[in-house]
């Protein structure tokens, strides 16, 4: 059974970073593309970038382009997410999810598991 575990969130202020980290297990992910997507209270789910397992080729959304890393750590069957220079609207529970096609995209229905969130709360 695949399992994703996310954590690292908390509160930070404005300018600041955090490392969020998505545990993956259950099965082997190296043709998975993985990605992390947020959601703010009252909006829907946001696509913030994807990473593809086998040769770690990525995908951000413009919106976090430049300020955030994904990148994987193979031994460790982990995905992370560096974030830097964060605002205000980065607020959101944070989500890890795996996609078995090795497909790097933005489609939130495209991936077939997820996990239960993290909260990141950047105060202004």
């Known amino acids: 059974q695949v399992q994703l575990v996310e954590s690292g969130g908390g509160l930070v202020q404005a300018g600041g970073s955090l490392r969020l980290s998505c545990a993956a297990s259950?099965?082997?992910?190296?043709?998975?593309?993985m990605g992390w997507f947020r959601q703010a209270p009252g909006k829907g789910r946001e696509f913030v970038a994807a990473?593809?397992?086998?040769?770690?080729?990525?995908y951000y959304a413009n919106s976090v382009k430049g300020r955030f890393t994904i990148s994987r750590d193979n031994a460790k069957n982990t995905v992370y997410l560096q974030m830097s220079s964060l605002k205000p609207e980065d607020t959101a529970v944070y989500y890890c999810?795996?996609?078995?096609?090795?497909?790097?995209?933005?489609?939130?229905?495209?991936?077939?598991?997820w996990g239960q969130g993290t909260q990141v709360t950047v105060s202004s």
């Open positions: 999810a795996a996609e078995a096609g090795g497909v790097l995209t933005r489609a939130p229905g495209s991936y077939e598991y």
């Open positions: 259950g099965r082997t992910f190296s043709s998975y593309g």
């Open positions: 990473i593809r397992w086998s040769d770690s080729n990525t």
